[in-house]
């Protein structure tokens, strides 16, 4: 996937991560990469490790043999004898090859010691939602990891917010995983110098009406329908949350407080999905206040099709989250 033509001062947000990647193993030699096919020329599947290898060497951008249970295993040993690794799985669907290592080990061996064996280590995962890949590469399974406590757990949704945010996960002491929605790679945007924190959401679109909750590239598809509604429609503001765990609890009961409406918008299916502990969040916290029940709006609870248009019926879209704004707003537009 070649990157979207460039505005002034844009970058995609693949330039974006290999930007970070490189900062980080350029300011602290404790940092290093590994996983299958990161080193060069390929630089990794969807290229956001290119170049990265010729530069510091193959000790610090490693290749490692097709076993994610191996590559979580060794980043786990890795980040315990004092490194800062960042792992490389090449699709999020492999997680449940080294659930294991990552969610018995590395979330909990802090809490196990008594905070004396910290595991800063940083979990690179690419989503190919969108693009045909058939579904055993195209599942959000964010809700697997933010069940589990100790995991930081990051979807960005801009070049900035990228580079930002990665940035955050290496210089964490607890473990982060980073999602990576492969479809967004090659947009590109503004990159900013300000540090972005986890656990900190932002409000790319402010409205009155109705608040949007998301994140990742279905941030970009939440501002289209609010532009697209304007100014005739319901005044939507779009919530980027940026991290789920930690989780923006204030920015969430904040926006949604104001408005008193709620859509929560997101690619995995609703069934069991993130949006799902949204909901119950927003609705035990603000029931007396809402004005409208807190609609999601996700995937199909179905493995996602190989065919362009199943696929595209199947994932959410712009038709649907028009519809739940349409009912919470009681808008017929």
Not at 40 to 63: C, E, H, I, N
Request: proline share 7%.
């Amino acid at each position: 996937m070649a990157d979207a033509p460039a505005g002034p001062g844009e970058v995609s947000v693949r330039a974006a991560l290999t930007r970070a990647l490189d900062e980080a193993l350029g300011a602290d030699e404790r940092v290093v990469l590994l996983g299958e096919d990161i080193a060069d020329p390929g630089g990794g599947v969807f290229g956001v490790t290119r170049g990265l290898s010729t530069k510091y060497g193959a000790d610090r951008v490693r290749d490692t043999p097709i076993s994610e249970q191996a590559i979580v295993g060794a980043a786990v040993g890795a980040a315990l004898g004092g490194l800062r690794p960042v792992a490389e799985i090449m699709f999020m669907d492999f997680l449940g090859l080294c659930l294991d290592q990552l969610a018995n080990h590395a979330a909990k061996l802090r809490y196990m010691s008594g905070g004396r064996t910290p595991v800063p280590m940083v979990l690179r995962t690419a989503v190919g939602g969108g693009l045909q890949v058939g579904a055993q590469h195209s599942q959000m399974l964010e809700g697997w990891l933010t069940h589990v406590p100790g995991l930081n757990v990051v979807v960005p949704s801009t070049a900035s917010d990228a580079r930002g945010l990665l940035h955050a996960c290496v210089a964490d002491d607890d473990p982060c995983v980073f999602i990576e929605q492969v479809p967004l790679l090659v947009r590109r945007g503004p990159l900013g110098d300000a540090p972005v924190a986890l656990g900190v959401a932002d409000i790319k679109r402010p409205g009155a009406d109705v608040t949007v909750v998301t994140y990742g590239r279905q941030v970009h598809e939440a501002v289209a329908v609010a532009e697209s509604l304007s100014p005739a429609g319901p005044d939507v503001e779009v919530l980027d949350l940026r991290t789920l765990s930690p989780l923006d609890t204030e920015a969430v009961l904040g926006s949604v407080g104001r408005t008193r409406r709620c859509v929560v918008l997101h690619e995995a299916v609703v069934t069991g999905g993130f949006g799902a502990e949204l909901a119950a969040l927003i609705s035990e916290a603000l029931f007396g206040r809402l004005l409208a029940p807190v609609l999601r709006v996700g995937a199909v609870s179905a493995p996602l099709p190989y065919a362009k248009g199943l696929e595209s019926l199947a994932l959410p879209g712009p038709s649907r989250l028009l519809a739940a704004i349409g009912r919470v707003t009681s808008w017929g537009g």
